[in-house]
Every structure is written in structure tokens, then in C-alpha cells.
């Protein structure tokens, strides 16, 4: 590497024209981490905000599939990466430039890399949220990402189950020690509704929140486990497109809501400790 100049930034710079970075994490896979990612960023479009979307997910990059584009993205500009559009996000995913089954085999300081590119190199325009589709797990991105942006903060997704829960917390823990908010917590594939009306308790409905007051983080809300909701990932057509009426995507914009809304207070209450300083 060459020297760097007396007056090069240190640490982690703000993105011109984004307001506010969330990341969205878990601490296990397979709790619908994804699947929330893409339908609070089309809520959040919907509900009238610029959004952009990064799949941080290197290893099982789904965003593409979940938002009905696969295309590879445009070269802009000065070697700068033009993001996707689709369904009012703009989004880039290591899934668009490596597309199919290869999977990405590859160490930190590639993994670091990539998140910078995907952060600095793409162009974003304004941007009200940049959501930020985390890998499961306490990993290399997490790092990547807090040393290259300002996050404004983190939500945690999981299911209700204890083993889910367990690997939740320590999510929560990593955020702490890497000084990035906790928006709250989100619980998945909450409960089942039977076409009779039957409710079954999938996962173990309710830790979730009972995990959030334990920590004294606001719990944002409970997601249905509904084919539909998986259909619509599969198809390219979030349920989130239906808008906040539908009874399968209320869930998602109140979350989204409940974001927005908090993720503001966080970037307001910041804002007042560095005038006072």
C-alpha cells in the first residue's frame, strides 16, 4: 500500500447523500433474515422513502432471486457501479456479478473488499435508508462494514425458538461490542394460521419479545409463517408489493414504521452529542 496523505479521513466516513445506514442481522441462519431485509426496504419504499438495499450476504447472496432482477449491474462513470432497480429499490448483490450455483469461496480481506465497493463505489444518489442484508453470524462483514460506514444501527432477526434465540443474543452482544444501536428485534415465522382458522405455534411464538425486554431493546414485531410470504421471495414479487393493507404485509410495514422512526431518534440523538462536544 502507498502512504497515505497527512490529511486522509480515518476510521469510518459518512456516505454523501445516504441519511441513515441499518444493518440487518442475525445470529443464525435460516430465520428469514433475507426475507425481512427485502420487504422493509420495499416498505420503507412504499411508504414514500429513497431506499437501497445492499446483500451483504456473500456466501448465499439471495436479494437478487427475492427482488425479480439477476441481471449484472452497469459501469458508470469513473469505474463507478450503477445499482439495480427493482420494485423502488435500488439494490447490488454479489449474486448479480457472480450469478448461478458458483459459490463465493474467499477470505476477510476479500470479504472487506467487496463491502467497500458495494458501500463506496456504487452509485447511490440520496438515500433515505441503506439497508444492509448482514450474513448470519458474528463474522468478517460485520467488521468490514462498521470500519468502512456510520451505522445508524442494527436490527436483529430471529424466530421465537430457544437454539435461534440463543445464537440472537449473541448477535446482540456483537453489536454492543462494536458501539452500533440496536433498533430492536424482529421475530419470524411467528405463528401459523390454518385455513380453518387454527393458530399453531411454529417456533415458540413470543420469545422474541420476552428476549427484547430482557435487554431493554424495543421489540418491533412478529411476522406470520405463510406459504405466501415464501412464494413471493421465490417469484421475485415481495409481499410487501400488496402495500400496507394487506393483511400479509401489515406486519412488514409496521416494522418498517417502527424503523424509520427509531432510526431517525438514534441519527437525532447523535447529532446532539457531536454539537455538544
Same mark, same amino acid.
Given at each position: ?5 497527512? *490529511? ?48 451483504? &450476504? ?11 432482477? %439477476? ?14 432497480? !427493482? ?5 447490488? !448483490? ?6 448461478? &450455483?458458483?459459490? $463465493?469461496? $474467499? ?84 405463528? $401459523?394460521?390454518?385455513?380453518? *382458522?387454527?393458530?399453531? &405455534? ?8 420476552? %428476549? ?13 409463517? &405463510? ?18 393493507? !394487506? ?31
Amino acid at each position: 500500500m502507498g502512504h497515505m496523505g497527512a *490529511g486522509a479521513p480515518q476510521g469510518p466516513q459518512p456516505l454523501p447523500g445516504v441519511a441513515h445506514v441499518v444493518a440487518i442481522g442475525s445470529g443464525k441462519g435460516g430465520v428469514g433474515k433475507t426475507t425481512v431485509a427485502v420487504n422493509l426496504a420495499v416498505s420503507l419504499g412504499k411508504l414514500g422513502y429513497r431506499v437501497g438495499l445492499i446483500d451483504a &450476504d456473500i456466501y448465499g447472496p439471495n436479494v437478487p432471486m427475492m427482488l425479480g432482477v %439477476t441481471r449484472q449491474p452497469n459501469i458508470v462513470g469513473e469505474n463507478r457501479i450503477e445499482p439495480i432497480l !427493482s420494485h423502488g429499490v435500488k439494490f447490488i !448483490s454479489v449474486g448479480l456479478i457472480s450469478p448461478g &450455483d458458483k459459490p $463465493m469461496v $474467499m477470505r476477510g480481506p476479500m470479504l472487506h473488499q467487496i463491502i467497500r465497493q458495494f458501500l463506496q463505489q456504487v452509485e447511490w444518489g440520496e438515500l433515505d435508508y441503506l439497508i444492509v442484508d448482514l450474513p448470519p453470524g458474528t463474522g468478517d462483514v460485520v467488521i468490514s462494514l462498521v470500519q468502512t460506514v456510520p451505522l445508524t444501527g442494527a436490527v436483529v432477526v430471529s424466530t421465537g425458538s430457544g437454539v435461534a434465540l440463543q445464537d440472537a443474543r449473541k448477535a446482540l452482544e456483537m453489536f454492543h461490542q462494536v458501539k452500533v444501536d440496536v433498533i430492536g428485534l424482529v421475530e419470524n415465522m411467528s405463528q $401459523m394460521t390454518l385455513p380453518d *382458522g387454527q393458530v399453531i &405455534d411454529v417456533f415458540g411464538a413470543g420469545g422474541t419479545e420476552r %428476549t427484547a425486554a430482557q435487554f431493554g431493546l424495543e421489540f418491533l414485531g412478529a411476522v406470520e409463517l &405463510d406459504p405466501q410470504i415464501r412464494e413471493g421471495g421465490d417469484k421475485g414479487l415481495p409481499v410487501a408489493l400488496a402495500g400496507p393493507d !394487506s393483511k400479509l404485509a401489515k406486519d412488514f410495514y409496521q416494522i418498517a414504521a417502527k424503523v424509520a422512526e427509531k432510526a431517525k431518534a438514534i441519527a437525532a440523538k447523535s447529532e446532539d452529542v457531536l454539537e455538544i462536544s
